[in-house]
């Protein structure tokens, strides 16, 4: 008898262990096997996008057919499906640079990934496009890991921890003082927050010695994805919002140089002349240089595409763009995201 009910403990035991749900960030068996059974299906092209209005369109594109197949983990959804002829993995990052860096190696983790495509909207640094274009980037960077110089040092000083190799002054810097309003009427000025620097990011390759770090702060996209976007050039955007709030110029699509990521809402036209002039930027976001990070180190293709919501601080309107264009910057985004799949597909 003891030993029959010590049988059946057991197999309650295993039965309650199988289809438990997830707790503290473990998967269960039954996730496991859904996952096993998923990846039987692929490889997949990864599509990571920041929210939901950006990843709407391309839910309810034509030239999206869903699997009806969904898998739920620690707070993430990743939707499966196909564009085209391409299988495809939907997924929601949230904002910031740290949702977008945690939930991409979470589908490279889980899932068989070919490479993955990143889009949604951007600010606009560069005066030579406007609201509405959609732009594709050959590199991205992270410029919101600064080193903070304490007030009374400059450029000549050693930085804290300079010497052991991890804030140099290689990149560049921002001198508060420059951007010092109503100051005309001194011979000098200063101001307490004095200066920072950017500095580079640490990576830790998958093909790397583990612990042992390397510093990128231009991350290039995959090259060959990055000459297929070339062909999107052609494609006619969006430039209405109704039949009565148009843009003045016709969107279109365009290959740059270069678009950076930092968790900040960029709505300053004093900043947005610094990155432009410093660095060269078209788009600014707030995730596309961590997807880009993440799949650097996991050797995994990548490219964003990014629509032009807003001036990011420097247009002539009293209120930021994004609360009127958000919404046909997210539909021109994904009709690139779209189009540039059956090219990946052909």
């Known amino acids: 008898m003891a030993a029959n009910l010590k049988i059946c403990s057991v197999i309650f035991l295993a039965v309650v262990v199988l289809n438990a749900q997830e707790t503290n960030g473990a998967l269960s068996a039954r996730t496991w096997r859904k996952i096993y059974n998923a990846n039987r299906n692929g490889p997949y092209l990864g599509l990571v996008i920041p929210n939901l209005f950006e990843m709407n369109p391309l839910l309810q594109s034509p030239s999206f057919t869903s699997s009806n197949l969904t898998l739920d983990f620690d707070g993430r959804r990743f939707r499966f499906g196909t564009i085209g002829e391409k299988k495809v993995i939907l997924t929601m990052t949230g904002l910031g640079v740290i ?60 930085l804290p921890l300079e010497s052991d190799g991890d804030y140099p002054k290689k990149i560049a810097y921002m001198k508060f ?134 001036l990011a601080g420097g247009g002539l309107a009293q209120s930021n763009e994004a609360n009127t264009f958000t919404s046909l910057a997210a539909s021109n985004s994904a009709k690139v995201v779209v189009e540039f799949i059956k090219l990946l597909s052909a």
């Open 177 to 310: 003082a420059n951007y010092t309003v109503n100051a005309t009427h001194v011979a000098s000025y200063d101001n307490l927050l004095n200066n920072i620097w950017f500095e580079a990011e640490e990576v830790y390759p998958i093909d790397g010695t583990p612990e042992e770090r390397q510093h990128t702060f231009w991350v290039a996209v995959d090259p060959h994805y990055f000459n297929i976007s070339k062909k999107l050039e052609v494609l006619k955007l969006e430039g209405c919002i109704n039949s009565t709030t148009c843009l003045s110029e016709i969107p279109k699509v365009t290959t740059v140089k270069r678009g950076t990521s930092a968790s900040i809402f960029l709505d300053n036209a004093a900043y947005r002349s610094f990155v432009y002039n410093k660095f060269k930027v078209s788009p600014v976001d707030m995730e596309s240089a961590s997807v880009a990070l993440i799949c650097l180190q996991q050797k995994v293709p990548f490219i964003a595409i990014r629509a032009l919501s807003d």
């Open 99 to 158: 949702n977008a860096g945690i939930t991409t190696q979470l589908l490279l983790s889980l899932f068989k990934i070919e490479g993955v495509v990143h889009c949604g909207i951007a600010g606009n640094a560069n005066p030579s496009l406007n609201i509405g274009d959609v732009t594709i980037p050959r590199y991205w960077s992270h410029t919101g890991l600064w080193s903070w110089q304490r007030y009374g040092q400059g450029p000549n000083d050693e």
